[in-house]
């Protein structure tokens, strides 16, 4: 049984270009979260989402950012126009529950975004 | 928002010595977790321990939970070099909101 699947791994993107994340959680999970990390910080909750549907995303900010995660294939987390302070690494998580704190998270190895 | 709370923040301990971490956080909350985060990589989930338990275990890990003072401890025993890494906590209010973990503490452990 895969992990939660992440990538890219590393994205390079210049100042106010896209950013596409994409998070594929574990088979059987349909509950996915997005968390941003600065450097020395812990995890900082963005967005939760089940099938077709945003649960919860009072983590993300209210331009430039949005999240999906349609009926087939992975959660995408995408990020317009970004700036030097969206360079983070970028987590997804997955979990087999309905509600948020009561399981376990799964963790991808997340994505490096890195603005330029 | 309530945030779970790691001290210390860096901790340098001896191979097969115990490494204690503490957390505290604000509110009422369903259940506490803790997770490892070795450097450039995903979290891998420790242990979670429910409001109503006081401690539990897991190999080496040893996990307790004080709801009174609002606070947990996570004991590793006998540490290992590989030990080294990231700890955090992370707890959900009473409800179904998502989880906030603290700052974490960086353990390293000198073989």
């Known amino acids: 049984n895969a992990g939660v699947m992440q990538n890219p791994r590393h994205l390079v993107r210049r100042r106010g270009q896209e950013a596409r994340l994409r998070c594929s959680p574990m088979?059987?999970?349909?509950?996915v979260y997005w968390y941003r990390q600065l450097p020395e910080e812990g995890l900082k909750f963005m967005v939760y989402?089940?099938?077709?549907?945003?649960?919860?995303e009072s983590g993300m900010p209210k331009e430039r950012f949005s999240a999906e995660f349609p009926k087939e294939g992975p959660s995408i987390l995408r990020i317009q126009q970004v700036v030097r302070g969206d360079s983070a690494a970028y987590f997804c998580?997955?979990?087999?529950?309905?509600?948020?704190?009561?399981?376990?998270?799964?963790f991808g190895p997340g994505t490096r975004l890195t603005v330029t | 928002s309530q945030q779970g709370e790691e001290d210390p923040q860096a901790l340098s301990i001896q191979e097969g010595e115990n490494a204690t971490m503490n957390c505290s956080y604000k509110t009422s909350i369903n259940n506490l977790q803790w997770y490892r985060q070795n450097s450039g990589r995903g979290l891998v989930h420790l242990i979670l321990i429910r409001s109503n338990e006081r401690e539990k275990h897991s190999g080496r890990l040893r996990v307790t939970l004080d709801t009174s003072k609002k606070s947990s401890s996570l004991l590793i025993t006998a540490s290992r070099a590989a030990d080294t890494a990231s700890y955090f906590c992370a707890t959900d209010e009473a409800g179904n909101t998502p989880l906030v973990f603290g700052k974490g503490t960086r353990l390293s452990v000198i073989a």
């Open positions: 088979k059987g999970h349909s509950h």
């Open positions: 989402l089940q099938k077709e549907n945003i649960i919860d």
């Open positions: 998580a997955s979990s087999p529950g309905s509600r948020a704190g009561h399981y376990e998270q799964y």
